[in-house]
């Protein structure tokens, strides 16, 4: 079996779906399992309507337009009327279901049922494909609704799957299709708690949705398709010199992608490394591109920081205390207060008075600032970005740190902190901003060229 992924460029426009079509074709003795974000824009169309004063025709017009459009290029008769049946089913659902919210006290969709609207998109597209792949290909498809395999927590917005339920569900439904020679088109992004409330995994989550259901059902392979050639040792856009990396070990690409890549949703890894399964990032617009493929070991001993990936803002709080010098349990405290508010820590380095902590996300910001200013002096600051070296057995490298430091101190460069990863799988370095750029290109000529 093998899972091919579809993001949201791939899904709409009439060549890339023509490519979907010969794709799906060409691998059909391979067992293929679709599965399909959004329209480009859809979700943040739908995410948007969920606050009362962007909710309006216009957008839900704007929504139905692209599928018609998109349908129209493909279908006639009666495949197009079912089409735009239920694509305006489904608008008219979403439509009834804010309404109703927004005629109460409510400005803003609570968020599950924001999960709830936002998978509409997956929905459209899952049936809009199906149906066209059917008229262009006569192979027999089904559109599955990934909240009948994806069992997940009811975390709303970022869920994670469970995978014994996931595993069990997945398989009860795909593989008596699988047996019978059907397609499954099945919607990204989305799964259902046990009580069958909808829950998407965080925005980009159809790549990770590939990937539980290619775990779950021991595909041979996981194929994310997308607008670009694969992934690069940096950003294409920002370093015209970037290279194609055709092949990286799981960890690689799992750092890569938690710090700042932005190809793979940074938790797509996991599921497919847990059963080996390799994935590939492919170009739906390039289809005949080697792409990359991310597999368990990947044994080269030449080149070993392949990747420089930066994130051009990472909040940063640093916490002195003198309880840290001699104290105990201090560090506890301070974590503590993070892992009650849900935030995910990034960077950090210690020294005997002072911890300076990069965070993942802002959210009750305040809040965690007023808890750790009770134990310590605290500050915090918006003006720093962080610049990530990435490759296996990267601490091989010749001269490493003395090159880093040589070229960034000539370049008038500050490093705020710095943090290599346990794993000899990273380095990482806090500095301004607005220095980002620079640095990355300044490291990027050096190690990569
Ligand atoms: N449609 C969802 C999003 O835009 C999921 C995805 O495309 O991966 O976030
Ligand atoms: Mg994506």
Redesign the pocket.
Known sequence: MLVMKF??TSVSSKNSVEVICNLVEANIHKKPVIVV??LSK???SLVAICTKDNFSDAVLDNIYNKHAGLAREFLIGNDLELVLKYTKQCLNDVKNKLSKLFATSNNLAPLALKDEI?FY??KMSSFLIATIIHNITKIDVRQILSSTCIVTNKKFGSADYLATSTKKNTRFVILPLIKQNVVPVVT??AGATKDGEIT?LG?????YSASILGFALEATEIQIWTDVDGVYSTDPRVIKTAKLLPLLAYEEASELANLGAKVL?PRTITPAMLSKIPVKVLNTFNPNGVGTTIVDIVDEKKRRVKAITTKNSVPLITIKSNDMLFGKGFLKKVFDIFARFSISISLISVSEVSISITLENKENINEVLKQISKIGMVTYNEDYGSLSLVGGHIMDTPNLMNDIFTILEAANIKVHMISYSGSNINVSMVILSRDINRALELLHNHFIG
């Open positions: 993001g949201g974000s959004a859809v979700t943040d936002v998109g997956e990204g992004f998407t925005r980009g989550g159809s790549d949703h």
